[in-house]
């Protein structure tokens, strides 16, 4: 299992590029940013009250990966989460491909809903509907990233032949991670996804959590052992917590959200060194 580190990518953290190195050098296998393009002032009470001030500051993440991917050459560039459906789909389909050309085919892409409030400020999609219309999305963006002449007739997305380009390095696109929680979400997942990325603060049980997605998986007739599982580690987790996630069959952890004192970089680096030591462990 690698081991990924998730920043709130703001003017007070550390810069990307700076972030990036400082994770290739440790030994860490990925950095994770995610989105919010707008948060509505009255979705205020929706986000989480700890994190709302920083999330209200968030980096542009495709534009900071950018920047993470020309001050490294190994480090995998991830989403947690992107929220395709809050972007124009043509334009999202060209910087998610002109990113994974730049990076050497290096990118992971989370991806998300997002709120309520936040979609309906950017898109007439029902909120019932939005899983629904993230897989057409979906289906849209992966014939844009292999057709040369790429058209897409669904139920949300509907458009003649068109040249969109560039592809991206990583074919049929770099590897789509559905972060969905509920069982009817995972489900309406399940025919696109390449894994789940669940945060292991929101179950209870997250051994029964793998067990009935592996279930799902496979009454969806996809094998679990093709699909990547990345979990988010929420907090200060511990070696042990983090050899039971391995033990479980997780792919990656992703380590630094909710971290003890993140609203201060200065502890930044002593978090990693800490991490940095059970690299090897863990892999």
């Keep these: ?125 029902a909120w019932a509907d939005r899983y629904r ?12 990233w292999t057709e040369d002449e790429a058209c897409h007739h669904g139920e949300f997305y509907d458009f003649d032949p068109v040249w969109s380009h560039p592809k991206p390095q990583q074919q049929p696109g770099p590897p789509l991670l559905a972060a969905a929680t509920g069982p009817k979400a995972i489900g309406e997942c399940l025919s696109w996804a390449d894994g789940w990325l669940p945060g292991d603060a929101a179950y209870r049980d997250l051994s029964a959590a793998v067990h009935d ?25 511990s070696a042990n917590r983090l050899a039971r996630y391995r033990d479980l069959g997780f792919t990656r952890v992703v380590v630094g959200g909710g971290r003890r004192d993140g609203d201060d970089p200065s502890t930044t680096l002593p978090f990693l060194d800490r ?3 059970l690299v090897s462990e863990l892999r």
């Design 1 to 125: 299992m690698d081991i990924g580190f998730v920043s709130l990518n703001t003017p007070h953290d550390l810069a990307p590029g700076v972030l990036a190195k400082e994770l290739e050098q440790r030994g860490f296998e990925s950095l994770w940013l995610g989105e919010h393009p707008q948060i509505p002032v009255s979705a205020a009470g929706a986000m989480p009250a700890a994190l709302l001030h920083s999330q209200q500051r968030m980096w542009d993440p495709l534009l900071s990966l950018l920047v993470a991917a020309q001050a490294t050459s190994t480090l995998r560039l991830g989403t947690a989460v992107a929220l395709p459906l809050e972007h124009e789909l043509f334009t999202f389909a060209k910087q998610v491909a002109t990113l994974d050309r730049f990076s050497g085919g290096r990118v992971l892409l989370g991806v998300g809903v997002g709120v309520r409030a936040e979609l309906a400020m950017t898109n007439s999609i």
């Design 213 to 237: 997605f592996r279930v799902r998986a496979e009454d969806a007739g996809r094998d679990p052992a093709t699909l990547d599982l990345t979990v988010m580690a929420w907090g200060d987790p």
């Design 275 to 277: 991490y940095a030591a």
């Design 133 to 144: 219309a993230l897989s057409d999305m979906v289906a849209a963006l992966r014939v844009l």
